[in-house]
């Protein structure tokens, strides 16, 4: 009977696949609600899943640069919030390349094994988690008093929707990479007498 449970959890759909592997997340709801439009295309593949958070993030990412060039040309702002305007969409448009540079990589971990598929998903793992740092760093900026209410409400609410996608993004994106075989991970006995 024992067989029959792990042979069931193996043969899910991808709808539940999509639902267990969010629980990795900070965010499961919002993950589930991103990536089960994917589930086609994730079937039951970790490497699928992180590339689909990857593509949901960069779509964010994008959507939310744009919300903020269009604030930006707003009449009537401070001179404080003006340059935190600015340096969110300097953020925003790292956090953009670094994301894109990060599904660039994970599709080169297709056919690569062992130290280079380590070596590639470090390049992933860090590029995404640099792409988080540059979220949070545009919500920095509008921290304190002195800010137009409307301007920051805005904006905070559209970047921190893309921040908690990247963050399940990298949740996921580390998920595969710890599933992944590591070429450490087999002892080697060769010195052993």
Request: hydrophobic share 35%; charged share 20%; net charge positive.
């Amino acid at each position: 009977m024992a067989g029959t449970a792990e042979s069931a959890v193996t043969n899910r759909n991808p709808a539940d696949f999509i639902k267990s592997s969010c629980r990795a997340t900070r965010y499961p709801v919002l993950c589930v609600q991103c990536l089960l439009g994917y589930a086609s295309v994730i079937r039951q593949s970790e490497r699928q899943l992180a590339m689909a958070a990857l593509s949901v993030s960069i779509s964010r990412t994008r959507s939310s640069a744009s919300f903020v060039k269009k604030i930006s040309k707003a009449r009537g702002m401070k001179p404080r919030e003006y340059r935190a305007v600015q340096d969110c969409i300097e953020n925003i448009g790292d956090s953009v390349d670094r994301l894109s540079q990060s599904v660039k990589e994970l599709g080169r971990t297709g056919e690569a094994v062992g130290e280079d598929f380590v070596w590639h998903m470090s390049n992933v793992q860090t590029w995404v988690s640099a792409a988080l740092t540059d979220d949070n760093t545009c919500l920095d900026g509008f921290a304190g008093f002195g800010m137009n209410g409307n301007v920051k409400t805005a904006i905070k609410n559209k970047i921190v929707n893309v921040a908690q996608v990247t963050s399940n993004a990298l949740a996921l994106v580390n998920r595969f990479a710890s599933r992944h075989p590591h070429p450490h991970a087999q002892t080697d006995h060769t010195d052993s007498p």
